[in-house]
């Protein structure tokens, strides 16, 4: 069983959509979850952290954390275009070392 | 300070050369990672490093492969007698170890090719 699971994708949204972006890990002892943006051929861009259960809110973005369920999410409101990108889920397993899922491509359209 | 550098962005190079990356982190931050990205998954932690001294290295650095922080600064990665298989985007980043949270700032990465 991989560490981190996540859908690929590609995920196809209307522009104002709500996304909702999940992933589910393996181990209950991880703290720390983050979010990153990329676009292509682009390094990863921190988009939101958190620490344990809980929801933590940034703009038109919304990070959850559900440690009971392993079971993360990021929600984004009013999508845009400038939001098609793909996005990794990543975890720190020690020392801010990260495992990463795969990512999902999400494409909003006009 | 405009976060993590990598250079070159993109190699080109012929199968059993050499190569080296460099890494510039952010300048008060004291880890830096290195992670290998290929196409269609996310990134993978190839090793790390606090101050000058190399911690952790993951099983998937071969021993064609060597990284370097000799200041405590910025880092190289080498890639002996490259092979196809390595083609792929190397990623850099940088943390401040006495910061809470799991901050970790990426570059731009270097895209390996190898023919």
């Known amino acids: 069983q991989k560490e981190v699971e996540q859908d690929p994708g590609p995920l196809s949204v209307p522009e104002g959509a709500i996304v909702s972006l999940n992933c589910t890990y393996s181990?209950?002892?991880?703290?720390?979850f983050m979010w990153y943006r990329q676009y292509s051929r682009k390094g990863p861009e921190l988009l939101m952290y958190?620490?344990?259960?809980g929801n933590k809110e940034d703009g038109r973005f919304t990070a959850q954390v559900d440690k009971s369920s392993k079971y993360i999410s990021l929600f984004i409101r009013d999508s845009q275009p400038s939001d098609s990108a793909t996005y990794l889920c990543a975890i720190d397993t020690g020392f801010q070392k990260l495992v990463f899922g795969t990512g999902t491509r999400l494409l909003v359209s006009p | 300070d405009t976060g993590v550098s990598q250079n070159p962005r993109h190699k080109i190079t012929k199968r059993g050369q050499n190569v080296t990356f460099r890494c510039d982190p952010i300048?008060?931050?004291?880890?830096l990672y290195w992670y290998r990205q290929t196409l269609g998954q996310g990134p993978e932690f190839l090793t790390y490093f606090q101050n000058e001294a190399q911690l952790e290295k993951s099983r998937l650095l071969s021993d064609r492969f060597s990284a370097e922080r000799p200041k405590g600064s910025f880092s190289t990665l080498e890639i002996q007698r490259t092979e196809q298989g390595d083609s792929a985007m190397y990623l850099c980043?940088?943390?401040?170890?006495?910061?809470?949270?799991?901050?970790?700032?990426f570059g731009q990465g270097t895209r390996l090719t190898v023919v």
């Open positions: 958190t620490y344990s259960s």
């Open positions: 181990n209950s002892a991880f703290q720390y």
């Open positions: 980043a940088s943390s401040h170890r006495d910061r809470g949270g799991s901050e970790a700032f």
């Open positions: 300048s008060e931050h004291n880890r």
